[in-house]
Structure formats: C-alpha cells, structure tokens
T-cell receptor, first 113, second 114 residues
Framework: DTEVTQTPKHLVMGMTNKKSLKCEQH?????MYWYKQKAKKPPELMFV???????INESVPSRFSPECPNSSLLNLHLHALQPEDSALYLC????????????FGPGTRLTVT | AQSVTQLGSHVSVSEGALVLLRCNYS??????LFWYVQYPNQGLQLLLK??????LVKGINGFEAEFKKSETSFHLTKPSAHMSDAAEYFC????????????FGKGTTLSVSS
C-alpha cells in the first residue's frame, strides 16, 4: 500500500473559522510533510515531522498549526486564515533515509472567503 | 544550496511524437533526483528517481531519464506521447539528508495534440 490519504478533498472556510486538514499513511514512513501549492506553481514546503517531532518549520505563519498525533497521522490546524492562503495543501510521507522518494496525497483544495 | 531548473514552461507535442522535458540541477554533492507528474486537481505521482545506481533510469508509463553529470542534467523522455500524458511535470532534487524537503523546479506543462 503506497497510498497517502487526505481529508477533506475540498474545504471552504471564512476568515474567522477554525478547521483542520487530515493526512494518513500506513507505509511505516517516519517522515511526514505539509506542502502548499498555488496554481501553476511548484509545491512549497511548510513543515516536516520526523519520528513524530517537528523538525522543519519554513517560517510558516502561526495561523497554521501542525500536529502529529502518531506515526501514521498528520494534521494541519487552520485558524484566522487570509484569502491569500487559498491553495492546494499536499501531504507527503517518506522513509527516514537519505534520498528516499516522497509519496504525496491527493491534496485538500482550500478556499478562504 | 541545491536548485533545479526546468527549461521550457510549456511543451507541446503530437500524439506519437517524442517527449523531451529538460531539467538541469545544481548541487555540490551527488544529488538524488526525481521526476513527478501532476494531473489536474490531483497530488504528485512519482515517475522515476535517480539515486546513483544507474545513469539511465526507467520509470512508470514508459518514461525514462538519463543522469548526465558532465551536463548536470536529468532530462525526461518518452518515445511516443499519448494523450493521457498531458499533465504538469516537476523535476526535483533532494538535499540528501533524511526527512528534508524536495526542491522543485517550476514545472513544465505538457500538451499532447491528436
């Protein structure tokens, strides 16, 4: 099973809402990632979790709050977002070995109104 | 710092024609290189990867890429394009350490006409 699942597929939220994005993998990967992708652009790294600990935070605004409850799950909590945060949010996972490929989920299309 | 340059933001071919998508990398150490494909409103799917085992790498869907250290290139090819190949293609390099980001090129949109 090389699948990374993400829920929901689509999310529309107001600027005062609180919502969460969820990501799950059952490949035994110990590194998990959140990327943000704007239209016609490559994915941009937001966070990396390694062995359930936050190892990289690419200076992401605090209105985005990641959480890794266990080795299979990754959440992204959203609060007080801005319209410019509208994007495709991609989750990925990989083995904790140099050069290992990352497996991506289908993404959550987020629209902030 | 490592980087990737994809030459040509948009490539158009006819069905059955050769597909060539160009990627050049910059790295001070032997790189790990990847090609991903993204169909509209979907995530990224790995086509192939180079990890120094062989310079010619075969991937899924008939794609292959050749690592040329002297040219710092990792171009993606497919002998005969199919309509279903129309998508966005990203070349990426890994910083080589476990659990670090992929550094993506800006992407190339492949269009296939009948």
């Amino acid at each position: 099973d090389t699948e990374v699942t993400q829920t929901p597929k689509h999310l529309v939220m107001g600027m005062t809402n609180k919502k969460s994005l969820k990501c799950e993998q059952h490949m035994g990967h110990r590194a998990m990632y959140w990327y943000k992708q704007k239209a016609k652009k490559p994915p941009e790294l937001m966070f990396v979790y390694s062995y359930e600990k936050l190892s990289i935070n690419e200076s992401v605004p605090s209105r985005f709050s990641p959480e890794c409850p266990n080795s299979s799950l990754l959440n992204l909590h959203l609060h007080a977002l801005q319209p410019e945060d509208s994007a495709l949010y991609l989750c990925a996972s990989s083995q904790e070995t140099a050069g290992e490929e990352q497996y991506f989920g289908p993404g959550t299309r987020l629209t902030v109104t | 710092a490592q980087s990737v340059t994809q030459l040509g933001s948009h490539v158009s071919v006819s069905e059955g024609a050769l597909v060539l998508l160009r990627c050049n990398y910059s790295s001070s150490v032997p790189p790990y290189l990847f090609w991903y494909v993204q169909y509209p409103n979907q995530g990224l799917q790995l086509l192939l990867k180079y990890t120094s085992a062989a310079t010619l790498v075969k991937g899924i869907n008939g794609f292959e890429a050749e690592f040329k250290k002297s040219e710092t290139s990792f171009h993606l090819t497919k002998p005969s394009a199919h309509m279903s190949d129309a998508a966005e293609y990203f070349c990426a390099v890994s910083e080589g350490q476990a659990g670090t980001a992929l550094i993506f090129g800006k992407g190339t949109t492949l269009s296939v006409s009948s």
